[in-house]
């Protein structure tokens, strides 16, 4: 079976400050993977996803991420962080037709 | 149009009452689903249809019934509820594999049970 851990419930950075959210997958089979955003009593933005191929994905709002095999790793990254990108960030799997998420990972951001 | 819209977005009910929640999108998916989300968790999935056929029930109480009418539309049919089904719902769609199997979203119906 298919699952991610996200750890970290909180992360905590300053404004301009890189940000990093880890994402460990577990997967008998080639994952796709799948980062999404929700912001408070909202339902859930893509922010990129992996499937095959280059294993750097880019996505929206400068966030991007790396898959890597060796450490079953699909960490979200993004150079400086903004005000804006306070909000829950959820990792995720295929599983079959549909999504099994992470515990989510809450990113505070402070001036 | 790559919305999937939900309504409506707050619902406060009677454990007696019988209410619906709606999802309507016009992308053209096949695939559409109902999770539910309690504060500070993450979806758990309730129900897919695949081209309006229930394909997955993820041992959800007989007080939610889903329906598909067509394509476009999605429903969940709420009767005698309890006060810890208050949470938000979300329906999302799926795109096909020709357009990544993406999952997109609605805002959710924020949902009291008195």
């Known amino acids: 079976a298919q699952s991610v851990t996200q750890l970290g419930s909180h992360v905590s950075v300053s404004e301009g400050a890189l940000v990093l959210l880890r994402c460990n997958y577990s997967s008998s089979v080639p994952p796709y993977l799948f980062w999404y955003v929700q912001y408070p009593n909202q339902g859930l933005q893509l922010l990129l996803k992996?499937?095959?191929?280059?294993?750097l994905v880019k996505g929206i709002n400068g966030f991007e991420a790396e898959f890597k095999k060796s450490e079953t790793s699909f960490h979200l990254t993004k150079p400086s962080a903004h005000m804006s990108d306070a909000a829950e960030y959820f990792c995720?799997?295929?599983?079959?037709?549909?999504?099994?998420f992470g515990k989510g990972t809450m990113l505070l951001v402070s001036p | 149009d790559t919305e999937v819209t939900q309504t409506p977005k707050h619902l406060v009910m009677g454990m007696t009452n019988k209410k619906s929640l709606k999802c309507e999108q016009h992308?053209?998916?096949?695939?559409m689903y109902w999770y539910k989300q309690k504060a500070k968790k993450p979806p758990e999935l309730m129900f897919v249809?695949?081209?309006?056929?229930?394909?997955i029930n993820e041992s959800v109480p007989s007080r939610f019934s889903p329906e598909c009418p067509n394509s476009s539309l999605l429903n969940l049919h709420l009767h005698a509820l309890q006060p810890e089904d208050s949470a938000l719902y979300l329906c999302a769609s799926r795109s096909g594999p020709n357009r990544g199997e993406k999952l997109f979203f609605g805002s959710g119906t924020q949902l009291s049970v008195l």
């Open positions: 995720a799997v295929r599983t079959g037709s549909t999504l099994t």
């Open positions: 992996y499937t095959t191929g280059a294993t």
């Open positions: 992308m053209g998916h096949r695939a």
């Open positions: 249809y695949s081209y309006e056929k229930l394909s």
